[in-house]
């Protein structure tokens, strides 16, 4: 009986998959075509995480991979939560988090407003400000070494033009007090336009007729952009935040190719601190522990911060 | 509250004459509905008399002040839009309030809260006062723009079709609450719609505006009873005017020059008779009427009748007509 309804299902659709795919249900195909991506999510994300959980509990090192491999607990946490040169880096990263999304988020929203008021050549402006977005960090960060040189440099140039400073006095890169910032104003050079869009979307999904509604209700321009604006685009402007927090948190390349975390270990954020635990010291196990962390550490921030933004979405 | 007057009132968008000499004056305590299809011009009224669009020529007077050259601000008048523009991250609260708490009016927080409660109450949204106003349903996000817009006593209120995206039920409900509200208040109301019944329903006056044109402004019962011309008459009545030539029916008494005659259900008398000049086609039952789809000649006719009426498709009836509309060749009304 139970054979036959499920015959006369089958032939009542005549259109399954399964039919024309012998001996395969629609579910094992379904399954078929996800496998590739879900292999190599597995081989080269899922694993590496696993396997790096696994080394921050031993003394493992990479150069050495014939030599015994211990447990050692969780003294590798140890070292790492009780290392000043970690917590110097920490602070240093936090710092450059902290003005790079303060820095992006002001000017790109001020972008942002200004190019949705549609003036003349709007479409034009709007194109340049993109353009070092579309550049490599890696050029950027060459580029700016470059621009940022004593001798040469347009930058230093162009700070003594204005101040008076002589420009052997505008060491950016190699001044303790100025090296954080110049790797500031080169990441807020060439992110805050990412941010400027994020915002236009926000503003330009306000409509118009919110706004006439607030003039007609006798509200200011200055009342409008506060309990109109800001609170209309702040979903967007959160995105853009937590897009530029978790990128800056894991910043190497720019910052690299700048300043190497130079002067002293001023700039030597966190990934540099990492990187050289990793391949310099070839401290795998310390390493891994480190690289754990971080992770945790992002990964709560991050956490936290979309709840936050999600109860902001829903109001 | 005070008279509104527009004289020769024109704006142009690109190509379109959206308006061309629109003269109206609105008194004190009046509701007037302007009634015409989309794109007649009746949106664009509106917002020139809010000052969200600056006219071409002609005059706004406000209480008697010429404000064309206004800010919206200035002009003290209260817009509900045609969407629901709720500020959608406050409360019902909050949104009622907004138009008060506007620092020019310096009112007392106190007065904010009497005003926005008695209107909440007014508008039956005053259970809903702590919710978002985007966990409201459509009818009553409306009544909360409508709230808005009634917790200022502005010179004049300005409606752009608020009913037209809510379902049938709830446009019946309304219509008459906001009819019953605008006659507590003595509030002047300039109401903008495509719906006959809205129009006739709850205006004072009603204007026909067509093509950036009014066309003719009066009581519902003048511009039912006595439309100036074809384009008007089609306007209203529910089935639409039978539009006939002068020798199709007995019963007409034309004046010389009549091209058409325009004849609604109360236009025409049926009498079931074998020898007669028409022939049912069609009913429609609706339950409380039918809509008659009758056949005389080569033309056709849809009328109302009573249900009762003891009639079936392929009677043949006599059509009579009883003091019809007539229409010269220009669609001017004759007699």
Not at chain 2, 91 to 96: E, G, P, S
């Given at each position: 009986m139970?054979?036959?309804?499920?015959?006369?299902t089958?032939?009542?659709t005549p259109?399954?998959?399964?039919?024309?795919?012998?001996?395969?249900?629609?579910?094992?195909?379904?399954?078929?075509?996800?496998?590739?991506?879900?292999?190599?999510?597995?081989?080269i994300?899922?694993?590496?995480?696993?396997?790096a959980?696994y080394?921050?509990f031993?003394n493992?090192r990479?150069?050495r991979?014939?030599?015994p491999?211990?447990n050692?607990?969780?003294s590798?946490y140890?070292?790492?939560l009780?290392?000043?040169?970690?917590w110097?880096?920490?602070?240093?990263?936090?710092?450059?988090?902290?003005?790079?999304?303060?820095?992006?988020?002001?000017?790109?929203?001020?972008?942002a407003y200004?190019?949705?008021?549609k003036?003349?050549?709007?479409?034009f402006?709007?194109?340049?400000?993109?353009i070092?977005?579309?550049?490599s960090?890696?050029?950027?960060?060459?580029?700016w070494?470059?621009l940022?040189e004593?001798q040469?440099?347009?930058?230093?140039?162009?700070?003594?033009?204005?101040?008076g400073i002589?420009?052997?006095?505008?060491?950016?890169?190699?001044?303790?007090?100025?090296?954080?910032?110049?790797?500031?104003i080169?990441d807020?050079?060439?992110w805050?336009?990412?941010?400027m869009?994020i915002?236009?979307?926000?503003?330009?999904?306000?409509?118009?007729?919110?706004?006439?509604?607030?003039e007609?209700d006798?509200?200011?321009?200055?009342?409008?952009?506060?309990?109109?604006?800001?609170p209309?685009?702040l979903p967007?402007?959160m995105?853009?935040?937590l897009?530029?927090g978790?990128?800056?948190?894991?910043m190497?390349?720019?910052?690299?190719?700048l300043?190497?975390?130079?002067?002293?270990?001023?700039?030597?954020v966190?990934?540099?601190?990492l990187?050289?635990a990793?391949?310099?010291?070839?401290?795998?196990?310390r390493?891994s522990?480190?690289?754990?962390v971080?992770?945790?550490?992002?990964f709560?921030l991050?956490n936290i911060?979309v709840?936050?933004l999600?109860?902001?979405?829903?109001? | 509250?005070?008279?509104?007057?527009?004289?020769?009132?024109?704006?142009?968008?690109?190509?379109?004459?959206?308006?061309?000499?629109?003269?109206?004056?609105i008194?004190d305590g009046?509701?007037?509905?302007?009634l015409?299809?989309t794109?007649?011009?009746?949106?664009t009224?509106?917002?020139?008399?809010a000052?969200?669009e600056r006219?071409?020529g002609g005059?706004?007077?406000?209480?008697g002040r010429?404000?064309?050259?206004?800010?919206?601000?200035d002009?003290?008048?209260?817009?509900?839009?045609?969407?629901?523009?709720?500020?959608?991250?406050m409360?019902?609260?909050?949104?009622?309030?907004f138009?008060?708490r506007?620092?020019v009016?310096?009112l007392?927080?106190?007065e904010?809260?009497?005003r926005?409660?008695?209107?909440a109450?007014?508008?039956r949204?005053?259970?809903?006062?702590e919710?978002?106003?985007?966990r409201?349903?459509?009818?009553?996000?409306q009544?909360?723009?409508?709230g808005?817009?009634?917790?200022?006593?502005?010179?004049?209120?300005?409606?752009d079709?608020?009913?037209?995206s809510?379902?049938?039920?709830?446009?019946?409900?309304?219509?008459?609450?906001?009819?019953?509200?605008q006659?507590?208040?003595?509030?002047?109301?300039l109401?903008?719609?495509h719906?006959?019944?809205?129009?006739?329903?709850?205006?004072?006056?009603?204007g026909?505006?067509?093509?950036g044109?009014?066309?003719q402004v009066?009581t519902?019962?003048?511009?039912y009873?006595?439309?100036?011309?074809?384009?008007?008459?089609a306007r209203l009545g529910?089935?639409?005017?039978?539009l006939?030539p002068?020798?199709?029916?007995?019963?007409?008494?034309p004046?010389?020059?009549?091209?058409?005659i325009?004849?609604?259900?109360e236009?025409?008398?049926?009498?079931?008779d074998?020898?007669?000049?028409?022939?049912?086609?069609?009913?429609?039952?609706?339950g409380?009427q039918?809509?008659?789809h009758?056949?005389?000649?080569d033309?056709?006719?849809?009328?109302l009748?009573?249900?009762?009426f003891?009639i079936r498709?392929?009677?043949?009836?006599s059509?009579?007509?009883r003091?019809?509309?007539?229409?010269?060749?220009?669609g001017?009304?004759?007699?």
């Amino acid at each position: 009986m139970v054979e036959k309804a499920a015959d006369a299902t089958a032939r009542a659709t005549p259109t399954s998959v399964a039919h024309r795919v012998r001996g395969l249900s629609d579910r094992a195909i379904a399954w078929l075509f996800i496998a590739p991506t879900i292999t190599l999510l597995l081989a080269i994300n899922i694993f590496p995480l696993i396997w790096a959980i696994y080394l921050s509990f031993t003394n493992y090192r990479a150069n050495r991979p014939n030599a015994p491999v211990q447990n050692v607990g969780l003294s590798n946490y140890e070292r790492v939560l009780t290392d000043p040169d970690i917590w110097q880096a920490m602070q240093a990263t936090a710092h450059f988090v902290f003005w790079t999304i303060l820095l992006q988020t002001v000017i790109g929203f001020t972008l942002a407003y200004l190019i949705d008021r549609k003036f003349r050549g709007h479409a034009f402006w709007t194109t340049l400000i993109l353009i070092p977005m579309m550049l490599s960090p890696a050029v950027v960060g060459n580029f700016w070494r470059f621009l940022y040189e004593p001798q040469i440099g347009l930058f230093a140039y162009a700070v003594s033009l204005v101040t008076g400073i002589p420009t052997a006095d505008i060491q950016m890169l190699g001044n303790v007090s100025l090296a954080p910032w110049a790797i500031i104003i080169v990441d807020t050079w060439m992110w805050t336009p990412y941010v400027m869009l994020i915002c236009l979307a926000g503003l330009r999904s306000i409509p118009d007729y919110i706004y006439e509604a607030a003039e007609v209700d006798r509200a200011s321009a200055w009342r409008q952009f506060w309990s109109i604006t800001v609170p209309m685009a702040l979903p967007f402007i959160m995105l853009a935040v937590l897009f530029r927090g978790i990128e800056n948190f894991k910043m190497f390349d720019m910052v690299t190719l700048l300043t190497g975390g130079g002067p002293g270990s001023i700039t030597e954020v966190a990934s540099i601190t990492l990187k050289r635990a990793a391949f310099e010291s070839w401290a795998t196990g310390r390493a891994s522990a480190f690289a754990i962390v971080l992770f945790v550490a992002v990964f709560g921030l991050a956490n936290i911060y979309v709840k936050a933004l999600n109860k902001v979405k829903q109001r | 509250m005070a008279d509104v007057v527009l004289k020769n009132l024109s704006k142009r968008f690109g190509d379109t004459q959206a308006l061309a000499d629109l003269d109206l004056s609105i008194r004190d305590g009046e509701f007037v509905v302007l009634l015409g299809p989309t794109g007649a011009g009746k949106t664009t009224t509106l917002r020139l008399i809010a000052g969200l669009e600056r006219p071409d020529g002609g005059r706004i007077e406000i209480g008697g002040r010429n404000v064309a050259g206004e800010a919206p601000a200035d002009r003290d008048v209260a817009f509900v839009f045609q969407q629901y523009s709720l500020y959608p991250h406050m409360t019902v609260y909050d949104n009622l309030a907004f138009p008060l708490r506007a620092p020019v009016r310096k009112l007392a927080n106190d007065e904010v809260d009497r005003r926005v409660r008695e209107i909440a109450r007014m508008v039956r949204i005053d259970h809903k006062l702590e919710n978002r106003s985007t966990r409201l349903s459509g009818g009553e996000m409306q009544r909360v723009a409508i709230g808005r817009a009634l917790v200022r006593r502005p010179a004049i209120y300005l409606m752009d079709e608020p009913l037209s995206s809510l379902d049938a039920k709830l446009r019946a409900e309304l219509r008459l609450e906001l009819k019953r509200i605008q006659k507590e208040l003595g509030s002047t109301l300039l109401y903008v719609t495509h719906d006959q019944v809205e129009a006739m329903t709850m205006a004072d006056r009603i204007g026909i505006v067509a093509e950036g044109r009014l066309l003719q402004v009066g009581t519902p019962r003048e511009i039912y009873g006595d439309p100036a011309s074809l384009h008007v008459a089609a306007r209203l009545g529910q089935p639409h005017i039978n539009l006939l030539p002068t020798d199709l029916l007995p019963g007409a008494n034309p004046p010389p020059g009549t091209k058409t005659i325009g004849a609604r259900t109360e236009h025409l008398d049926i009498v079931l008779d074998q020898n007669a000049n028409a022939q049912i086609d069609w009913i429609e039952h609706l339950g409380d009427q039918n809509h008659l789809h009758i056949r005389v000649r080569d033309h056709k006719l849809v009328t109302l009748a009573d249900p009762y009426f003891a009639i079936r498709p392929g009677d043949r009836i006599s059509l009579t007509l009883r003091d019809p509309l007539y229409f010269d060749a220009s669609g001017q009304r004759l007699g």
